[in-house]
């Protein structure tokens, strides 16, 4: 039915969020100098954290158009510490070659925050009496804030350092187009398979600053180096979507229900762009690596028609 109307919508979330960028130490096998080639990189690993979406729009009475504006607010906060006493770690940020000492202890953590709005043009489309399609034209517009943080405590004997810390962040905001289509697949008794995919490129400021400090054998804290950057940028966002939703009429058919729960993805390209230094090296090379930031999870979404 064709019959217009306002709709709102509700998600609850548990996602993780990750960014292989933030590797924060080389955890080493052996003490022997001639062996320290031998180790692994230390990653932070994700924690799962709630957020939600909420969203209002309106069925037009013309040819099953609707217009829709939603709002996407997330956090997700990871840390954890780890120990070897036997052989120890070598910090990362900035590149090390052990020379401010091999540290038995570190604490990592990172932070992400996102703040996103998509507003929808989009039109029904049933391809056969089970099949619909919805393709819709938009913009997004928003801001992610990244922060890393790592903490490298009691050095070895004959370290240079009894601790070394360091901070980082990666702030970006931007805008631009964003289109998709949502595709249902109608099975029996109100139940369907549902599937999203949406693309956008938007056009941004990137804040980067990044911070190194130490504290020496006799207690001196040192502020050993501060980058900073800020930089347009143009972004790419890829978002998908699968899942299983339910929906109903009632009230003689003058209110419409549906809930879903499905698995969804978003991919961001090139959210790392910390500078990059040696401890022996003043100047920061060119930003390397460029990692995407990923963010996946739980989608539960409602939605009342009127």
């Not at 054998?217 to 339910?246: A, C, I, M």
Request: charged share 15%.
């Amino acid at each position: 039915m064709n019959c217009g109307g306002f709709f709102v919508t509700a998600d609850f979330l548990y996602w993780r969020a990750e960014n292989h960028g933030f590797s924060y130490a080389y955890e080493l096998e052996t003490t022997d100098p001639v062996g320290q080639n031998s180790g692994h990189v230390v990653r932070v690993n994700p924690d799962w954290d709630p957020a939600f979406r909420v969203g209002a729009g309106w069925n037009t009475n013309y040819d099953f158009w609707d217009v829709y504006f939603n709002y996407t607010w997330y956090r997700n906060n990871s840390s954890e510490t780890r120990t070897n006493t036997t052989n120890g770690f070598i910090p990362l940020w900035p590149v090390d070659s052990g020379s401010t000492g091999v540290f038995d202890t570190v604490h990592a953590k990172t932070r992400f925050m996102l703040n996103i709005g998509d507003m929808e043009l989009g039109r029904m489309i049933y391809l056969t009496k089970s099949v619909a399609i919805r393709p819709h034209w938009g913009v997004r517009g928003g801001t992610i804030h990244q922060k890393f943080n790592s903490t490298f405590s009691s050095a070895f004997v004959g370290g240079l350092f009894s601790e070394q810390s360091f901070s980082g962040k990666n702030n970006y905001w931007g805008v631009g187009p964003r289109a998709g289509v949502n595709g249902e697949m109608h099975l029996n008794q109100g139940f369907s398979i549902l599937g999203k995919a949406a693309a956008a490129l938007l056009y941004g400021k990137n804040d980067v600053r990044a911070f190194t400090d130490h504290v020496d054998l006799v207690g001196v804290s040192t502020l050993e180096r501060h980058y900073k950057d800020d930089f347009y940028q143009l972004v790419p966002n890829l978002q998908l979507l699968l899942g299983v939703q339910w929906q109903t009429c009632f009230w003689c058919e003058k209110m419409f229900f549906k809930m879903s729960a499905a698995w969804e993805t978003n991919f961001w390209w090139d959210q790392f762009n910390l500078p990059y230094s040696m401890s022996s090296v003043v100047a920061p090379f060119p930003t390397v690596g460029n990692q995407p930031l990923t963010m996946e999870g739980l989608t539960v979404n409602f939605e009342w028609d009127f």
